[in-house]
């Protein structure tokens, strides 16, 4: 019969192995929805490789094998990313040499490594997402490491003194298979012991992380700069418009922003979501002014009550904010630093949005903007490439020969819309050279920027000044927490024409042909809405009510947790002090939080500690208490039975109930070693009960025991 190998004794237990690799699976399950398919795939193959190394005690593969397996896994990362620094690629890398590093963790310092490694693997998943899902997914990954290191602090002493048995009992099969079984327990019961105090551990660490978030300073802006990789994911409204922009935008279910209304959410045609604000026509391409150029602020008259909100935005490697038609000039005051609202009324943020901000909102549903118009500004919004899309300049100049008023041809032009067998779809057909003309006379299929651009080009080219707004239109009201969520698919492009007397006036042509896109939002305008993303469908209405109740939970970890800044610290600390207090002053109270908290926590462990003392001993710890206080200290190399035999002569009038006490206390300790000894039959009951009579007798005689 084959022995089983007996580990190194320097080698990392195989239940420690196990743990890591389960908390690797978790980590590298999160990192394939960041990296290139083949990092987890590669970390798959490496791990059930060291399984099976494990199981089976399979040799570790050797140099020659693992050295060009590490540079395939180098070149593959630069291959697949360009470069090996960067976000992705440096966690890429990382990813990959930990997984490698599996096949050669053969010591405990290895190990040590290994695991360490693994923890700062796990925690920057966090570069990728924040989301809440992610974090208690990280949680569970930091638990397995975690019990990981539990495991690794054991070593291989129980499994050395299992083979050491084994070896003593192989001419004995009913003993062996015991013997199997015994092991096969204590795996078992050593399974749930690291679990157990991994759990404790991390439990007893979460008061301090919470004092630690609540409390640290939070510095204004990153502590380091985000590399650029980190961007590429972000979607959101360009800064340009073509065919086929938005309509692509609409396809995403992602959030572009939600919105917190102070008082009642007005009505879902008054959502409008100020943009970009575009001016020049470059064939079918609209794009915005210049930053260069400075003019002065459109002149803006309000009417009726304003309209106050606050706007959680979602990063979009843009610099543009969104508010609702119109925002009032002073709302500036409560905009991220350094924002300011341009001529044409865009809010505009100094650098690009690459992190969730919250911002207020001061809007006015009634408004006269732009009362009075510049000739530069007329310029601008009448300005078209010559020699281009004839047909429609020919139906303009129609329009203008029939001497009718701006607001006739704005009327002509929506009726146009209306009457005609104009389709609003998100998959219309591809245009020609002449992309005006050939939607208004041949297609007669479009999204939103289509209407919009056509319309805008048929107003220029009629003589009334007009630009086009893009942004977002509606939202979806979301009863979990009576906010406003706005996501890309609601993006939305109209126009802007310049009256008389009326200034900008707001013409939204898309309400022309699919009026429902504007009462009730895209999914009930398009005939076509199986193309929307299925959150944004209305024909799956469990699936709408869980996102719904899933996206307020992430809203509030939105607020609370990843929106927790510096302003909310303040806040927070004002309202639990009820006084102002100083960013300078956080540090201080922090300080004497945390000495405060190490105490109470130190307090209860040495409570329980004490609590969970061996009675027997807690007992004669009370004995010799007493003894202390007469003058007679047992020294460190004394038995019991020898010390009170030299307590008995040091104090002679109670040496026969010191005898007794120390003979009794003996004598039970000699009884749980029998007890841990014996097996579960009638003589290990016997001794149990036993013992119980003789613990209440040393009770009551240390209890009795009277020390001048």
């Not at 690291?194 to 979460?206: F, I």
């Not at 650029?228 to 073509?242: F, H, I, N, P």
């Not at 979602?314 to 969104?322: D, G, K, T, Y």
């Not at 500036?332 to 919250?358: F, G």
């Amino acid at each position: 019969m084959a022995t089983q190998k007996i580990p190194n004794k320097l080698e990392p237990s195989q239940q420690a192995i196990y743990w890591l690799l389960i908390s690797l699976s978790i980590t590298f399950t999160l990192y394939a929805f960041n990296l290139n398919n083949w990092v987890p795939a590669s970390f798959a193959v490496f791990a059930i490789w060291r399984y099976l190394i494990e199981k089976n005690n399979w040799p570790y593969p050797r140099l020659w094998l693992r050295l060009p397996l590490t540079i395939a896994g180098g070149v593959a990362v630069l291959a697949s990313y360009g470069s090996l620094f960067g976000r992705d690629a440096s966690v890429a890398l990382l990813a990959v040499m930990i997984a490698m590093k599996l096949l050669e963790t053969r010591t405990k310092r290895d190990f040590i490594v290994m695991v360490i490694l693994s923890y700062f693997l796990t925690v920057n998943i966090l570069l990728f997402t924040q989301a809440i899902w992610v974090c208690l997914a990280i949680l569970l990954a930091l638990f397995s490491l975690t019990a990981c290191l539990i495991s690794a602090s054991y070593q291989n002493a129980s499994n050395q003194k299992a083979s050491n048995q084994k070896a003593s009992y192989q001419n004995a099969s009913y003993q062996n298979i015991s013997l199997q079984n015994k092991q096969a327990l204590n795996h078992t019961q050593a399974w749930k012991v690291q679990a157990k105090l991994a759990g404790k551990l991390l439990l007893q660490a979460l008061p301090i992380m919470l004092v630690l978030f609540v409390l640290f300073p939070r510095i204004p802006g990153p502590i380091w700069g985000i590399p650029q990789d980190a961007y590429s994911g972000m979607t959101g409204l360009s800064d340009s418009m073509e065919p086929g922009n938005i309509n692509q935008l609409s396809l995403s279910s992602k959030v572009a922003f939600r919105a917190e209304f102070k008082s009642t959410i007005p009505a879902n045609h008054q959502l409008y979501w100020r943009g970009p604000v575009l001016w020049h026509q470059e064939g079918r391409r609209w794009t915005m002014t210049s930053n260069n150029i400075n003019l002065p602020t459109e002149t803006l008259e309000t009417a009726g009550v304003a309209t106050d909100y606050t706007i959680t935005l979602e990063p979009h490697n843009r610099n543009w904010l969104l508010m609702l038609d119109l925002p009032k000039v002073p709302s500036t005051d409560s905009l991220p630093d350094e924002a300011a609202i341009k001529h044409d009324m865009q809010v505009l943020s100094k650098l690009p949005i690459r992190t969730r901000i919250r911002y207020e909102g001061h809007s006015f549903l009634q408004y006269t903007l732009g009362a009075t118009l510049s000739d530069y500004e007329r310029t601008l919004a009448l300005q078209l490439i010559d020699d281009e899309n004839p047909k429609t300049r020919q139906l303009a100049t129609k329009w203008v020969n029939e001497q009718k008023s701006p607001v006739d041809i704005i009327q002509a032009a929506l009726s146009m819309f209306r009457n005609q067998p104009f389709v609003y779809t998100l998959s219309p057909p591809l245009l020609g050279s002449e992309p005006v003309d050939d939607f208004l006379f041949n297609t007669k299929r479009g999204f939103c920027e289509h209407y919009a651009s056509s319309f805008v080009y048929l107003m220029r080219a009629a003589g009334v000044p007009a630009r086009i707004v893009t942004g977002y239109q509606g939202g979806e009201i979301n009863p979990s927490g009576n906010y406003l969520i706005v996501r890309q698919s609601d993006a939305h492009a109209w126009a802007e024409v310049w009256l008389q007397d009326k200034g900008w006036t707001r013409v939204d042509p898309t309400s022309a042909v699919s009026p429902s896109r504007i009462e009730s939002g895209i999914a009930a305008a398009l005939l076509d809405s199986d193309l929307l993303p299925l959150l944004s469908r209305q024909d799956y209405p469990m699936l709408k009510k869980l996102t719904l109740n899933w996206d307020a939970v992430n809203n509030g970890w939105n607020q609370w947790v990843l929106g927790y800044d510096q302003n909310t610290q303040l806040a927070l600390l004002k309202k639990i002090l009820h006084k102002d207090i100083a960013w300078e002053d956080i540090g201080l109270i922090l300080v004497s939080t945390m000495i405060a908290l190490m105490l109470l926590v130190s307090y209860f462990l040495l409570r329980n500690n004490a609590a969970a003392l061996d009675p027997v001993k807690k007992i004669y710890q009370q004995f010799l208490k007493k003894l202390s206080k007469a003058g007679v200290n047992k020294l460190a190399h004394e038995g019991a039975v020898g010390f009170g035999e030299r307590a008995a002569k040091a104090l002679p009038d109670q040496s026969i109930e010191i005898q007794e006490i120390s003979a009794l206390y003996s004598s039970i300790q000699y009884a749980k070693h029998e007890i841990i000894n014996a097996n579960k039959t009638a003589t290990h009951c016997k001794i149990a009960v036993h013992n119980k009579h003789k613990l209440n007798l040393l009770k009551q005689l240390v209890k009795k025991l009277k020390l001048k």
